[in-house]
């Protein structure tokens, strides 16, 4: 067993207490734009060289580890730890804290490799639930049973390096973690197109092989990368058996109800793939999901998880004092700065789908009708992203005061529903893959209302007027966006099949920067709060 800390407990520190600020959310927020940005990359190199029949097999193949790696890794572990982990060093110092991380690494690496054995293991009967609709098409279920069993390890590899993160942001340490994720998108995209070139030059089902291997690559990246930093920050590993450890168990106790509270959004999209191998078109609608749902996840993840990521200590250290104005005040703070950031996102996704889809995915084997079937998603899913991102901010404060139970009854009541709304959209009405996107859309409301609700009662109220009012004062900026980008797509873009790559890649995103200058520079004419915060720390950027 390791030796108890010697260090002497830390004085809270005022710092610690204030609410995320939109420098800490800027430093994410760029570095995990860096890493969206690389995504797509990803993804568009992976459409242009791939069948979307070969696509559907990789997609299904990657989904069940992928999600595991939201659900545990990037999601209740990392929410459980990153709040046991802060309070630990705020109330008992950085010595506790240190013993608690071995511990929790340790235990994570066992359980962890054992999921990863399980799911090699059990890869037929897992793809075969995943894929039913498949069942008639043997060589493709084939297929996706191999690249299933080879990529399972990632869950390993992504929930060490979840908890690598998660010591560094309670450091306040933020740029280096939310920049590990481009390595796994740039590691994955160099090491999968050289092995599946190696494997098959004419990226066929051997070529996609070669990219699943590149998929676990990157991964062993992602963790790789941090590791620098959490030695400088103090920490030396060693590992440690005592599991029975009293912090060890706090952050299980909170991580299971955390990782059903957190379900509700990747059990949906778990569920779309489902159903999506149901559908009168085999070939396709899984594809077209998945890459309308990683464009919706830019934002989402550029702003929502910023948000998150700065938020979620700050909630932690201050729910050791109880439900003070503080805490309503950090999380208020939060909701607010993040509905700001998505709300122009959102509707600008839903005008703009189309060319934006366009420019990214229409390239190689990728088709004209693929961008259009996509499109029809990805407008559906942008109804939903504000709603995604606010429960990224809200739903991690039960934890911070130990109502995780709260969450979880939400979550299963989500997707209860969800699975009843797209069982009747494909069984009943057997309409097209789009409706699956707006059924988890619809959920991702209701979930983010209810958990809202709740917690304002629990906390005796979130700020509720002001972010009314925020949302009134960005009623007329929210205009103007829609007016520029609706004008813009129908005179700036009326001949974009007729255009050149790189005419199309000017047109559009100068009309994207028209409309976001528009939108920001009315809130900020209407003293709109955030608005003054983002443009100091753009300001403050170039700057430097």
Same mark, same amino acid.
């Given at each position: ?71 545990? $890794? ?7 730890? /990153? ?11 950085? #010595? *506790?804290?240190?013993?608690? *991380? ?66 560094? %942001? ?14 796994? %998108? ?5 090491? #999968?197109?050289?092995? #599946? ?23 062993? *990246? ?107 005040? /950090?999380?208020?703070?939060? %909701? ?36 259009? $079937? ?45 699975? $009843? ?32 609700? /709740? ?73 709109? #709060?955030? $608005? ?13």
């Amino acid at each position: 067993m390791s030796p108890p800390p010697t260090n002497p407990p830390l004085a809270p520190d005022a710092a610690d207490e204030k609410p995320a600020g939109a420098r800490a959310t800027g430093v994410v927020a760029v570095a995990i734009l860096g890493s969206r940005i690389l995504g797509l990359v990803r993804d568009m190199v992976f459409s242009a060289l791939f069948t979307k029949e070969l696509r559907d097999c990789f997609l299904v193949a990657f989904r069940i580890p992928n999600m595991l790696r939201d659900l545990f $890794a990037e999601g209740a572990l990392s929410t459980a730890f /990153v709040t046991v982990f802060s309070q630990k060093l705020k109330t008992e110092g950085d #010595g *506790a804290a240190w013993q608690l *991380a071995h511990r929790i690494i340790s235990l994570a690496a066992v359980f962890m490799s054992a999921v990863s054995l399980a799911g090699i293991l059990l890869a037929d009967p897992f793809v075969t639930l995943l894929a039913s609709g498949w069942r008639n098409d043997p060589a493709k279920l084939e297929l996706t049973i191999l690249l299933t069993r080879i990529m399972f390890p990632f869950i390993l590899l992504v929930s060490l390096a979840a908890l690598v993160m998660g010591i560094l %942001n309670s450091k306040k340490i933020y740029g280096v973690p939310a920049t590990a994720s481009s390595f796994f %998108n740039l590691v994955s995209i160099v090491g #999968g197109v050289g092995l #599946g070139w190696l494997l098959d030059p004419a990226w066929g089902p051997r070529a996609l092989m070669g990219f699943s291997v590149g998929t676990l690559l990157g991964g062993l *990246a992602q963790l790789t990368f941090q590791l620098p930093s959490l030695r400088r920050c103090g920490y030396r590993f060693r590992f440690s058996r005592d599991w029975s450890d009293s912090g060890v168990r706090r952050i299980l106790s909170l991580m299971w109800p955390a990782v059903i509270a957190g379900s509700a959004v990747q059990v949906n999209v778990f569920l779309n793939t489902i159903f999506a191998s149901s559908l009168a078109v085999k070939d396709g609608p899984v594809s077209w999901l998945s890459n309308a749902f990683r464009l919706m996840q830019l934002p989402l993840g550029v702003f929502g998880v910023a948000v998150a990521t700065v938020t979620l200590p700050v909630l932690s250290r201050v729910a050791t004092d109880g439900l003070t104005p503080r805490f309503r005040e /950090v999380l208020g703070a939060g %909701n607010r700065l993040v509905i700001f950031l998505t709300l122009p996102s959102a509707l600008g996704l839903y005008l703009l789908a189309e060319p934006v889809i366009s420019l990214i995915y229409e390239h190689g084997r990728f088709t004209a009708e693929e961008t259009h $079937a996509t499109a029809l998603a990805l407008r559906w899913y942008a109804v939903g992203l504000v709603f995604y991102s606010c429960i990224k901010v809200i739903q991690p404060a039960f934890t911070a005061i130990d109502r995780r139970f709260i969450p979880m009854v939400v979550a299963l009541v989500s997707i209860g529903l969800n699975a $009843a709304l797209n069982s009747v959209v494909v069984f009943v009405f057997k309409l097209g893959h789009e409706y699956l996107a707006l059924s988890t859309a619809v959920i991702a409301c209701t979930n983010c209302l209810a958990l809202y609700v /709740v917690l304002a009662r629990i906390a005796g109220g979130l700020d509720t007027g002001r972010l009314f009012a925020t949302l009134a004062r960005l009623v007329p900026s929210l205009l103007t966006l829609a007016l520029v980008a609706f004008a813009g797509n129908h005179w700036l873009l009326a001949d974009w099949n007729h255009f050149s790559l790189p005419r199309r890649a000017v047109l559009l995103l100068a009309l994207i920067g028209t409309a976001g200058a528009a939108y920001f520079g009315i809130a900020i004419l209407l003293h709109v #709060g955030e $608005a003054r915060q983002f443009f100091d720390i753009v300001r403050r950027k170039f700057k430097r």
